[in-house]
């Protein structure tokens, strides 16, 4: 089989009874947010598919939505939306580790420009019922737009490149492997005595201008 082919998703409705947490499972979700989302998803039926793998006994282990899970169950749903992903157990890991932490983070002013827009069919309270924030967090979100949004993520933007571009800069290099030690020892003795951070870089721009000088 061909490993993209192995690591197609499947999407299909599973009972939530043959559904088991991951042993490991390190996510947990506030009383307020876990009302929110039954909220959400009682009123909706709409939820993102929970992420589970096959296991040997039939059985499929949660990788990402054990909140979502509990949820439905708590609603008295028998069957769930889930991708089904062919994975190993150190890949589990790496998914249980990541699926729940790999996020964005909303633009300020743009998320204001949303909830304003929700506000043309509901109210603040009812947005308290069903978004994370809570109603005087909403109002404070909202207070956003008067701001130039755009004109200021393209300054923060601008002044990030500059950052970036005068930060550190980062060389590679490739030598036989013969040759190798007489480079490590050379980096060795020149950084043996400068403090601070980043000891090899600043020896190796030490032996550099020596070269020069001595070119």
Not at 35 to 61: M, N
Not at 107 to 123: S, Y
Not at 192 to 201: D, H, V, Y
Request: hydrophobic share 45%; aromatic share 4%; net charge negative.
């Amino acid at each position: 089989m061909r490993k993209t082919e192995r690591h197609r998703p499947l999407l299909m409705r599973l009972p939530l009874a043959s559904l088991v947490p991951h042993p490991l499972n390190a996510n947990v979700m506030s009383s307020t947010l876990r009302e929110k989302l039954k909220t959400h998803i009682q009123a909706s039926g709409r939820y993102p598919p929970l992420i589970v793998r096959r296991l040997a006994d039939g059985t499929f282990q949660l990788l990402d939505g054990h909140q979502r899970w509990q949820v439905l169950l708590e609603l008295g749903e028998e069957y769930g939306w889930c991708l089904i992903w062919d994975v190993t157990d150190e890949e589990a890991l790496i998914l249980l580790a990541t699926l729940n932490r790999l996020e964005g983070e909303d633009v300020p002013g743009r998320r204001a420009a949303l909830i304003a827009e929700l506000q043309a069919h509901h109210t603040l309270a009812e947005l308290a019922r069903l978004l994370p924030e809570n109603e005087a967090q909403l109002e404070s979100t909202l207070q956003l737009l008067d701001i130039d949004i755009d004109g200021l993520v393209k300054r923060l933007s601008d002044e990030a490149e500059r950052a970036a571009a005068e930060g550190p800069v980062l060389l590679s290099f490739a030598v036989d492997p013969d040759e190798a030690p007489a480079v490590e020892e050379a980096i060795a003795n020149a950084a043996a005595n400068l403090p601070g951070p980043n000891r090899r870089g600043r020896a190796l721009v030490i032996i550099a201008r020596k070269y020069l000088e001595e070119a």
